[in-house]
DNA sequence: TTGGAATATTAAAACGATTTAGCTATATTC
DNA sequence: GAATATAGCTAAATCGTTTTAATATTCCAA
């Protein structure tokens, strides 16, 4: 029969033995040595441990050491494929360390972020890992004076000092677009977001940065667009570039390359032939269009294990110096620019 | 100069105001009148709250009521995108209740799963909602028997009493091929999981219902692969089908649709005149294809707030009524099915 | 003037684990 | 034999809440 304790505790099996409460403590903990106790005893707590199927209460043990062992991670959406794979791979890493991961979306939304943010270092999580949103430096300057270990992770302030983890967005565009020219495409274009955060700036200046290098810096054609409606603005970009003699586009993020690729294909437009293509992150979406889409990779696992790997230090360690990582991505390239 | 002392207690509170602990936490729980609090205790006693920033400590409140007010899910993989849809709105569910939500991605690896549950149950969440994998009745039992709150989304096993959400498979299935017979096409095939999971059964025997009804009976094609190696099985799996004269196929899930459109595409067949097609849960990839994708939509936020409601109806009122939850598809026609 | 309500507040136990300081014996040293 | 180590164990405080039972004060009726 049983009843409705849940679990055994560690006065359940100090009674068992008939022994106090610290010695199952120490046994149970690895300190049986340094606490001396007998041989004996060990095995007979060790075994009315096993017995009575102790799980040791979370809650009290956070309470004491004032650690969750729990990792809260602010993204934009989980169910957009590039940060749900950084989320499983943040997860993979993280469990490495015993660590669990709470997840929460902001929507690119600031004020959203911040309950979220509240919300989970209310729940005593042990660190945070964010993609921060558009103008959020105060926030994150809050999260730091907090105390708490903090990554961003895949953006970053230029104007605040914190640990970040992100790709080498600039020279990945750079090199993206220097591609595209040398493919034998004259006028590349690029659609990005109309956002102040670092990384697109980044990506949109590696584009202009390799138009000037091959002296055309004349011709520079660039479409920003809000995310709201954004099936609706990506036709109007697409058509204005193509206005302005636009031969090939570099689409910023994977969101775009998604809705662009399916105006170009509503429009009957050729790849590569009218039109040369490079997209930010892969994706099995990008297989399926008439032609397999060049793109550039984002290394996400190894994005993940450097941010989960600097919280770690600085939860377990202690440690606060600043980490600013730049990974190195890759240009893939496909039949989309082979013209 | 801040202190290293993280946060304000009950206790800094009624020291700051001169009283005992019980009278701040009963006016700071909105259990002021029935205890009879006076007015003015209660507006000190908030003021000096909000003035020394009082946040609850979770992992005192959770120690003390035995509840941390966090949800476990366990899924396959949260970077598939059938399950990070679902993931994201499990997480914006729960949080109209106040809650979290911890994930775990099992693989389909049942030893895999069963210590997640372990993990998240040790982790003391209040409920676990499964996405269960193959064979794993008896770990779905084990949870029943420690009394969790448990929902099981997406799959059932006919021999558990449990809840669960999931679809009507069988007959979107059902329904699914038999609009395939009725555009024309006269011998439909399947490709589905080699697994013995309930939904995956459904799927299948919908097919074969709908074959029936048309008095095709003699004529089932079903192609059941692992999902190992899923790229090479798909291609074989669709020769064999072709081979057998199938002029039309229903993919089982969205990762068998996704790899077979690539093969379908690498083979050159002419979609939706060679082989007409519909596929389970829709997504931005399926339309990049050369023609839209036909496919049953899976009402996915209904699920979730389904799932959620049901487990937190268990949490909070402890109501032990079983749920099995048959929500109802739809299926989305395109132009991958009009001969 | 004594007893009983009603009001306003507090003390203390409990949740379960960790850890410091302390208490017995017995063993060792000079 | 007295002083001191040492081995082996326990008591009790602590983390921050919640909640029950108790206390103290006032007020009113009998």
Redesign the pocket.
Known sequence: MKTT????????I?NYV?????????V??D?ARQ???????VRKIKEAAEKLN????I???S????KSHVIGVVLSDISNPFFSSIARCLEDEAEKYGYSVLFSSSDENRERSEKQIAHLINRGVDGLILVPCEKSQSTVRAVLETGKPLVLIDRYFPDVHTNYVCLNNREMSRLATSTILASGYSHPGTIAYDTTLQHMLDRRSGYRQAMEDAGKAAFVSESLIRECDLHQSISSAIDKLLAEGVDSLLFATNNIATESLMVIKNKGINVPGELGIIGFDGGSAFDLFQVPISYIQQPVALMAQKTVEIIMDEILVGQRLTHQIEVQGTLVIKESTKK
Chains 1, 2 share one sequence.
């Open positions: 304790k849940t679990h055994a505790s560690l006065k359940d100090a008939g022994v106090s409460i610290s010695l199952v403590s120490f149970l903990n300190k606490h001396r106790v007998s041989e004996e005893m102790y799980q040791p209460n809650f009290a043990k309470l004491r050491e004032g």
